[in-house]
């Protein structure tokens, strides 16, 4: 498995090395993820980081109907036999949103966010709102105080 995303990597890389438009696609997963890295300050592993954000970019193309709550869950589910976080406690929602403002990948014309249109077809969306980024967040926040109190 590994082998075999390294080549499609490597090709879309060599296709793309501007990152002037499919290989922007690569990025699925990374913009909370970064967030999420600077926020605990790169005490979880990248990978750990990238997959709490494919949860939560998944779970934005569910909201936004390009996945059904079936496909959401299947990828979601995906992570855990790889011993990847799919939630996370002890973060601040609001600070993580703030963080994706200053990804690498937010341009004069908002953030480059990648979403899935279906399983194995990701896409470009320029129109990710701070509303959605949050709810997203929340998705994956697993807020141990909330339960607490109820």
Not at 57 to 69: D, G, V
Not at 115 to 122: E, G, H, M, R, S
Not at 123 to 146: G, P, R, S, W
Request: charged share 30%; hydrophobic share 40%; glycine share 4%.
């Amino acid at each position: 498995m590994v082998f075999r995303t390294d080549q499609i990597k490597k090709m879309v890389v060599e296709n793309d090395p501007e990152e002037q438009g499919e290989r922007a696609l690569l990025n699925f997963g990374h913009t909370i993820g970064h967030a999420i890295e600077k926020y605990k300050n790169f005490e979880l592993s990248h990978g750990e980081c990238v997959a709490l954000g494919c949860v939560a970019a998944s779970f934005l193309s569910m909201k936004r109907e390009l996945l059904s709550k079936d496909e959401y869950y299947e990828i979601r589910d995906m992570f855990v036999p790889f011993q990847l976080p799919i939630s996370i406690d002890a973060i601040d929602p609001q600070e993580i949103l703030s963080l994706t403002k200053n990804d690498k990948k937010m341009g004069s014309n908002g953030i480059k966010f990648i979403l899935l249109k279906k399983i194995w077809k990701a896409i470009i969306d320029h129109t990710v709102t701070d509303e959605e980024l949050l709810e997203a967040i929340n998705e994956i926040f697993y807020n141990t105080e909330e339960l607490k109190n109820d």
